[in-house]
């Protein structure tokens, strides 16, 4: 199906299943612990040796020499893969680096050997006595220090943030300089690990040459193509599979050492192997959320229209990589006749960076949105209408493009309303509860949609019920669910007639879960598949399909009606087909927009620094199922929260690795941390998305986070702490006298 003209009236205006509130049908599995995840596939792989992963205790250089054979002598021990026995590699499209060191060694923790044995315990102990001697390389570890001959380079996160190395619109220097009101302002934020609850884990098993392996991945396709490359075998002779993953946040789109080292332990060893990283390999082994250094300026008249902005941000990645791309909803948020907007890309040896929940705007906003409030301060506006007075509803580098659907003003009006802003003293550090200081804050929210093509297959049984099959994974989103609504809508069943099979490469390519992309061409390429179902049973029934109304489980056509089931009596129907994106996401910008609000109390003392109130307003399109969007909004208001005030993987420039690499050092929001809640979600259909008239969620509500609990601390405390995380030493000298 091709979607090129804006969607018209069809079958999910209905809305009586799409668009409603209503529990995950995994839930049960996931609740009773029955959901098997990458790791406990036990019917399907009985007698599963474990393998266990050398990790390099180098950040760059070589491996001198390789001593198994204590290792090879030890108890249970079946096999040891290297690089000088695994045979030719290759190395996947979206990887960075090379998922096996040998002999040269990229980053710290890179997998050195995987060692294969009986039971854990065995292959863990015989880990420890495989002998590697290095020859160290020279490195850069420092980001500020790498960033100051960094070139100048552009990029894509693939997940609809991007923009050249250098962008400019009209002359900013020069509007800048004559600004009536100027801010120049720098921030930085650290590096993050995305710190899921399930770790990176596959099991493997040989069939002969055909390998089927259990993932926890987030794109089936790209993982499958990425391990057949790496492996050097044909596609069609692995079986890659995902049902249930426990949480990716952007880990997870790529193929990682897990699932390469398993495939080669288990040839090695004959036998079916399980491999799951530690937390401290997962954090230096795998990829994370770069850390940036940003500058914006700012020049606006008094009236506080911007006349000149720009936003300039450094990053680094292993040589290869991609800058993360902070800049790119600068390019789109507000108003502006001049315009730059430029990144640097720093090479550097820690591990590898790449995308983490809304890569891009997560840290870019960050920063951002704390200018917007500086400059609203020198400019004696509210936050609030300094952001309204320069609200735009085109692109501001091509003004004849317009929004498909832009409803940032109403977000931060109706925020306004319901959380009480115009009881917020604008003049810093004035509010007390005892011995708390209190403060409002406040960020837009912004994330660009992304159309993906995306697949699906359609099964009639007899017996009426309707299964849909799609490699789409569920990473905790819901999928699973608004697949099985968007089913049972087009085929007018109830949803307990709908089967959903997800997470397999046996299954029609789907667009996968990322870049909030998924859920919304997910279901679209299931609408698809759906409208070829529909055909197919009009003309089993003899029904015109274009007046075709399937509803109660029966196909009405004029005065003529028919039990679904029906249809297929002569034989299961099956329809498959995928939706394709024409021009309509070129001719309009595809945004999603909100508005973060945030109450803090920061302790006069202590400086330590608690959340009171949090509330998000979003605009993202047709809401398939607001039960499970706002879990998605509150786990991004959560990790935001994690981002302002405690996430920081720490950099030992000395060495080149994470220093606080597990859950015990590296610091994550709990329950005790995050106060209540509330989501809202504006009424909004966007035509011009796809035929759901949907767009996504899961990212929009993170995206701005950060930056409304620095300026609800700013106004509590009248500090303004412009690197995060904001931990008390960066302000605890500076608060207002406590007598």
């Known amino acids: 199906m091709k979607f090129d003209t804006p969607a018209g009236q069809n079958p999910i205006d209905r809305m009586q299943v799409v668009g409603r509130a209503m529990n995950r049908i995994d839930g049960p599995l996931k609740t009773t612990g029955t959901a098997p995840y990458a790791y406990e596939h036990h019917a399907e792989v009985p007698n599963a040796a474990y393998g266990y992963l050398v990790p390099a205790a180098i950040a760059k250089g070589r491996i001198a020499s390789i001593d198994t054979r204590a290792a090879k002598a030890a108890p249970g021990v079946l096999a040891i893969v290297t690089a000088q026995n695994a045979g030719p590699l290759g190395k996947g499209d979206k990887n960075t680096v090379k998922l096996l060191a040998g002999p040269d060694v990229d980053h710290y923790h890179q997998a050195v050997a995987v060692v294969v044995a009986e039971t854990f315990e065995q292959a863990r102990a015989a880990a420890g006595l ?5 020859a160290r390389g020279a490195a850069q570890f420092d980001l500020d220090q790498a960033l100051k001959t960094a070139p100048l380079t552009g990029g894509s996160s693939g997940e609809g943030s991007g923009a050249p190395a250098v962008d400019r619109v009209g002359k900013f220097e020069q509007a800048f300089a004559a600004a009536a009101v100027t801010l120049d302002q720098t921030y930085s934020t650290p590096d993050h690990s995305h710190a899921m609850m399930e770790p990176f884990a596959s099991i493997a098993a040989w069939n002969g040459d055909e390998l089927t392996l259990w993932t926890s991945n987030q794109m089936i396709n790209w993982g499958h193509e990425d391990l057949a490359k790496t492996l050097g075998m044909p596609k069609e002779k692995i079986r890659f599979m995902s049902p249930y993953v426990g949480g990716g946040f952007g880990g997870k789109l790529f193929l990682r050492t897990d699932a390469v080292m398993a495939a080669l332990g288990a040839k090695a060893a004959g036998r079916p192997v399980k491999l799951a990283l530690s937390r401290p390999v997962i954090a230096n082994n795998t990829t994370h959320r770069p850390a940036t250094r940003q500058r914006i300026r700012i020049g606006a008249q008094k009236d506080g229209t911007i006349t000149a902005i720009a936003h300039e941000s450094g990053s680094g990645d292993q040589p290869g990589g991609s800058p993360e791309t902070a800049v790119n909803q600068t390019k789109l948020l507000y108003a502006g006749a001049n315009r730059m907007i430029s990144m640097r890309l720093a090479v550097l040896n820690l591990p590898e960076g790449n995308a983490m929940r809304a890569p891009g705007e997560a840290p870019g906003m960050m920063a951002l949105e704390i200018a917007m409030d500086e400059m609203a301060e020198k400019l004696g506006m509210d936050p609030i209408a300094f952001r309204i007075k320069n609200d735009t509803q085109v692109d501001p580098e091509k003004p004849e493009r317009r929004f498909s659907q832009r409803e940032l003003v109403r977000c931060l009006n109706e925020g306004a309303q319901r959380f009480g802003w115009s009881r917020r003293n604008a003049k810093p550090g004035q509010v007390r509860d005892g011995k708390w200081l209190v403060g409002m804050g406040v960020a837009s929210a912004f994330r660009n949609h992304m159309n993906m093509p995306s697949a699906a297959r359609v099964r009639l049984g007899q017996d009426g019920v309707v299964t849909v099959e799609t490699d789409m994974t569920d990473i905790g989103t819901g999928s699973y669910t608004i697949i ?18 997800l997470g397999s490469s046996a299954y029609p390519v789907s667009a996968g879960s990322g870049g909030q992309f998924g859920a919304a061409n997910s279901t679209a390429g299931v609408y698809a598949a759906c409208v070829k179902l529909r055909e197919q049973v009009a003309q089993r029934l003899g029904f015109n399909s274009a007046d075709a109304v399937f509803q109660g489980s029966k196909v009405t056509s004029g005065n003529r009606a028919a039990d679904l089931k029906q249809a297929a009596q002569g034989g299961e129907l099956v329809g498959e087909d995928k939706i394709e994106f024409g021009k309509l996401g070129k001719e309009y910008q595809l945004s999603t927009f909100g508005a973060h ?25 047709r809401i398939i199922n607001p039960k499970s969007a706002r ?15 405690m996430e920081e993987l720490a950099v030992d420039t000395r060495f080149g690795l994470f220093i606080n690499h597990d859950l015990a050092l590296y610091e994550v929001p709990v329950h005790a941390d995050i106060p209540h809640q509330e989501v809202v979600f504006l009424p909004e259909v966007d ?12 990212e929009l509500g993170l995206c701005g986070v950060g930056a409304a609990v620095a300026n609800a601390i700013y106004n509590a405390t009248g500090v303004r702490v412009r690197d995060y995380p904001i931990t008390l030493d960066k302000h605890l000298d500076k608060l207002p006298a406590v007598a």
């Open 484 to 501: 099985a609504q968007t089913a049972a809508e087009m085929m007018g069943v109830p949803v307990e007639a709908v089967v959903v099979k």
């Open 597 to 621: 609000f945030v109450e803090v109390g920061v302790d006069a003392y202590t400086g330590a620094t608690r959340l009171r109130r949090m509330l998000a307003v979003c605009a993202a399109g």
């Open 631 to 645: 879990s998605q909004v509150i786990g991004a208001m959560t990790m935001g929260v994690g981002s302002a005030l």
């Open 130 to 134: 495989v002998r590697v001697d290095y």
């Open 687 to 698: 035509d011009k998305a796809n035929p759901m008239k949907a767009k996504g969620v899961g």
